[in-house]
């Protein structure tokens, strides 16, 4: 397998902060402040137990963590933007305190942006791409955050009737181009923006393993901006497996962790750190000698 050299980025933070991307791969940690979280059930829906499960994560060897209020795996109900306010700004205000990483807040509603960014947040992960609410565009770029911009279409509810494709590489990437310059449009410079192909996001399983397995296609490379890659427990990953409950999907995470790492993410969002940042590190090793070895051989 080919491996082209990962690019490196430097994403600005507020704060004159800065993220660097691609001599290593960064792992984001997922704090879900939700009483239905496909993952865990609301295990960490009261907000000190979501503070500690992100000290934890940090400890473990997290490098952002992302906090969120709203599920928005597939068929969710939308949540009123007080009461994502309410879950998201006490454990972000708390974190902002206690812990020394980045936090990202995963919502798309420009006013709980907004507040989270004044509570301490510095990176913005919108699932919609701007599709949703374009003015956060302006809410990010106002606070020097970066922002991540995820493919999908849709809403929740209905997000699998768009799922289809002829080509889902170039697509993802047409669909993201359009979301990048959304963002600079509302003001965002483009070294703040990183992007994610969506997986499990209006796509089949089979999109999702195409999504990943092509990450270094030539249209998704020419967006030229750092990846987010999230496969973390999804349910695409049990077309491979079979049947099992998402606490029970961490070995076929570790997969296609792995597999990201190789093709050239920056950045893994994952429910188990620990677990997953050995995965990485591994990944991460693996692909320095293949980057070596693609560059003395020349070969493709």
């Keep these: 397998m080919r491996v082209a050299p990962r690019r490196a980025y430097v994403v600005p933070l507020p704060g004159g902060r800065e993220l660097a991307l691609g001599s290593r791969t960064l792992v984001m940690g997922i704090i879900n402040v939700t009483p239905d979280s496909f993952s865990d059930g609301g295990l960490r829906f009261d907000p000190g137990a979501a503070v500690e499960a992100g000290l934890a994560m940090a400890e473990a060897g997290a490098d952002i963590l992302d906090i969120g209020g709203e599920s928005t795996r597939p068929g969710a109900d939308p ?3 007080a009461e994502e306010r309410r879950r998201v700004l006490p454990v972000v205000s708390a974190l902002a305190r206690q812990a020394r990483v980045p936090l990202s807040v995963d919502t798309y509603k420009a006013e709980v942006a907004a507040d989270a960014l004044a509570a301490g947040a510095s990176i913005v992960n919108d699932i919609s791409g701007l599709r949703y609410e374009p003015a956060l565009a302006p809410v990010a770029a106002g606070a020097g955050a970066a922002l991540v911009l995820m493919h999908t279409r849709g809403r929740s509810k209905a997000m699998y009737e768009a799922a289809r494709y002829e080509s889902v590489a170039d697509e993802v990437a047409a669909e993201l181009r359009e979301s990048i310059e959304r963002a600079i449009e509302g003001g965002v410079p483009r070294e703040a923006i990183i992007v994610d192909p969506g997986l499990g996001f209006a796509k089949r399983a089979e999109h999702s393993f195409e999504a990943l397995a092509r990450l270094d296609a030539p249209a998704l490379m020419a967006l030229d901006r750092p990846w987010l890659v999230g496969p973390s427990r999804k349910s695409f990953l049990t077309s491979a497996t079979g049947p099992l409950p998402p606490a029970e999907r961490d070995w076929a995470t570790a997969a296609a962790v792995a597999v990201a790492v190789l093709l050239g993410a920056h950045i893994v969002r994952v429910h188990r750190v620990a ?18 070895s693609t560059l003395v051989s020349g070969v493709g």
Excluded: F, G, S
């Excluded at 050995?278 to 693996?286: G, I, L």
């Design 275 to 292: 677990e997953m940042a050995q995965a990485v590190r591994v990944a991460d090793r693996v692909r320095v000698l293949r980057e070596a």
């Design 79 to 81: 949540v009123d933007p």
